[in-house]
């Protein structure tokens, strides 16, 4: 049997005449279920309890007209989809685009002519099944897009964090290091989402990637050798052009790992981009290559602020960390030599929000406690 047929479909028909109705009811009761009122707001009442999948429609009622009862339905986003036929004496033109402008998809004038009428109800409705059946086909894509898009978004973050989590275990800087340094770029990003210099490039989906990476800055130190990594006191002349390699062991890492996936992925790129120019400086004096300026990448700008301000204020075995305060106006003299002034006036006035987040993620004693062990331990 016809799967159509099977189940029949449910019409709603509005007309003020009793007569009509009862003509209209017997050509389409043999292979529809009818319902059927004079009224335009019944019309709507009996749809708002139960929608049917067409509506047959007058145009001249004496309570709404069949334009209103067409205009309210396919206003309201439960309704608008349910197909609507202007069945009417009316036969001029203007009464004809006026009943289609409301959103009616046919417009059938008296005296009826059964087997198009017919014909018309059947092909809408078909219509209005196949529509139907795409609007929950594309629903069932974007939950599937969704629900992927969040498992390879987890997938990057954990990446991330296990690629952090390994750097930190070398590293005698706590993980709220990298915590903090996260929070302080998305500050920056999103207070600088206003300036004509960076409107284009920090919108909320790169914003996103930088909190994201931030906390591989330093990865390139897992090749650092320990004797450098852990000394406790300065570097000599030798020991700090070792450690100065720390960016390109980090962007060879990365550049390894797109080799091997095939892809190039926009976290990744983002992420080398913070790894290997995080250390250059506004002036050029920077490592590893001396960019300058906006040569820099913009989200190495953001991390070298972020980073030397996490650098003066964190408690290490070997110092004690400065005051925000002071660290502040470090950061504020380096403006147009060591920063990015733009990005140095967006961290002024960050102040409170930055001094907030080294509190919210302030090392512990055990923690610092814990690292000093651990180096008197291998030394």
Not at 36 to 56: E, H, M, S, Y
Not at 167 to 186: F, I, K, P, S
Not at 366 to 371: G, H, P, S, T
Request: proline residues 5%; charged residues 20%.
């Amino acid at each position: 049997m016809d799967l159509f047929l099977a189940i029949k479909p449910t019409l709603l028909i509005v007309d003020d005449t009793p007569a009509n109705l009862t003509l209209l009811a017997s050509l389409l009761q043999p292979t529809y279920t009818v319902k059927a009122t004079t009224r335009g707001q019944k019309a709507l009442d009996i749809v708002a309890d139960q929608a049917p999948d067409l509506v047959l429609l007058d145009i001249e009622m004496p309570d709404l007209s069949g334009y209103e009862v067409c205009r309210r339905l396919k206003a309201n986003p439960r309704t608008q989809a349910i197909p609507i036929i202007f069945l009417t004496s009316k036969t001029d033109a203007g009464s004809e685009e006026a009943g289609l402008a409301t959103g009616a998809v046919d417009y059938i004038t008296r005296p009826i002519n059964p087997a198009i009428l017919l014909s018309r109800v059947k092909a809408h409705l078909a219509d209005a099944t196949s529509a139907a059946s795409l609007r929950i086909a594309n629903q069932y894509l974007e939950v599937a897009v969704a629900a992927r898009t969040s498992e390879l978004t987890n997938l990057q973050e954990m990446t991330v964090l296990a690629l952090a989590s390994l750097a930190e275990t070398r590293d005698t800087e706590t993980g709220n290091h990298l915590r903090r340094t996260q929070h302080y770029m998305r500050a920056l990003g999103q207070h600088l989402q206003t300036h004509p210099r960076y409107a284009d490039h920090l919108d909320e989906g790169m914003i996103s990637l930088l909190f994201k990476c931030a906390p591989l800055h330093d990865i390139g130190k897992v090749g650092i050798p320990d004797r450098i990594l852990l000394k406790n006191g300065r570097y000599t002349p030798e020991e700090f052009e070792i450690m100065k390699t720390h960016p390109t062991l980090g962007r060879d890492a990365i550049v390894r790992a797109q080799e091997l996936s095939g892809q190039r992925m926009n976290f990744l790129e983002v992420a080398k981009e913070i790894v290997y120019s995080h250390h250059e400086k506004w002036d050029g004096s920077g490592y590893p290559q001396g960019l300058a300026g906006e040569a820099i990448p913009l989200a190495a700008r953001l991390m070298a602020v972020a980073d030397v301000y996490d650098a003066l204020i964190s408690h290490r075995i070997y110092k004690s960390g400065m005051t925000h305060a002071r660290a502040m106006q470090l950061i504020a003299d380096g403006r147009g030599t060591h920063f990015d002034p733009d990005v140095v006036d967006a961290f002024v006035a960050l102040g409170p929000t930055f001094e907030a987040i080294s509190v919210r993620f302030a090392d512990t004693d055990l923690e610092i406690w814990q690292k000093a062990e651990y180096l008197s331990y291998i030394l």
